[in-house]
């Protein structure tokens, strides 16, 4: 994904006449240019990650450049809440829990999603399951990408006051725990897991976690039942 220099939303209109044969050229950080075609164009609103929100499900979600990658900085927190030992199913709504079975925590730490209802029933690498538009739920090869852009810190992705975090990168992760159908929620402080959309297998699938009292980045996998934080990354 291509990153504009510029820290700044901008909107503007564009007034009749003006929009006629007038183009604009947009320098990304690598040195390319983009020309757009503004011809006839009554307004045009520009995307700047990093400063830019994205409203989605009623709540505006901060984004953050790490890199080359653009990601939420809050975990998704989108849909209807469930009760701890009731599977997430394959219907029009989607369903997350919440810690301890409280809305507050969903408000303060996102929902928690089994797998299958993140990826809302696309088993496809990098589907956008249940982010917004322009976004999906993030692969294994990004959630290494994104532990290589930071030196593998895991201090540095965590939110500050979240263990030992620093968080010099602005990912912001909390340690929101799981939600697991044998133990039920657990690890809340202590833990924070974010599923991937790479699959291991049929019944497991990879995720990256954070530790409140180590320094490096985890990976590992996990049975799709249990329910983890999901983070999404611009397309």
């Not at 990408?145 to 939110?159: E, H, P």
């Not at 809340?188 to 980045?217: P, Q, R």
Request: aromatic share 12%.
């Amino acid at each position: 994904m291509k990153n504009l220099i510029l820290l700044l939303l901008i909107s503007f209109l564009i007034g009749e006449g003006f929009a006629q044969h007038k183009t604009m050229t947009v320098y990304y950080s690598g040195g390319t240019t983009d020309v757009v075609n503004l011809t006839n164009t009554d307004s045009i609103v520009i995307f700047i990650c990093g400063a830019s929100k994205v409203n989605y499900g009623g709540k505006d979600y901060n984004t953050v450049l790490i890199g080359s990658q653009c990601w939420f900085k809050e975990n998704l927190d989108v849909g209807t809440m469930i009760s701890g030992g009731t599977n997430q199913t394959n219907n029009t709504t989607i369903e997350k829990y919440c810690y301890n079975n409280n809305p507050a925590n969903c408000t303060t730490y996102g929902g928690l999603y089994q797998w299958d209802e993140a990826m809302q029933y696309i088993t496809l690498e990098g589907a956008k399951g249940i982010c917004p538009d322009g976004w999906h739920v993030p692969t294994y090869t990004e959630f290494q990408t994104l532990a290589t852009t930071v030196g593998n810190d895991g201090k540095s992705l965590k939110k500050i006051g979240e263990g030992n975090g620093t968080n010099t990168s602005g990912f912001s992760a909390l340690l929101s725990g799981g939600y697991s159908l044998t133990l039920g929620f657990i690890h809340l402080g202590y833990i924070g897991y974010f599923w991937s959309s790479t699959e291991y297998s049929a019944t497991w699938a990879h995720y990256m976690h954070l530790y409140s009292n180590t320094e490096i980045v985890h990976f590992s996998t996990d049975i799709k039942v249990d329910g983890l934080s999901v983070r999404c990354i611009k397309d």
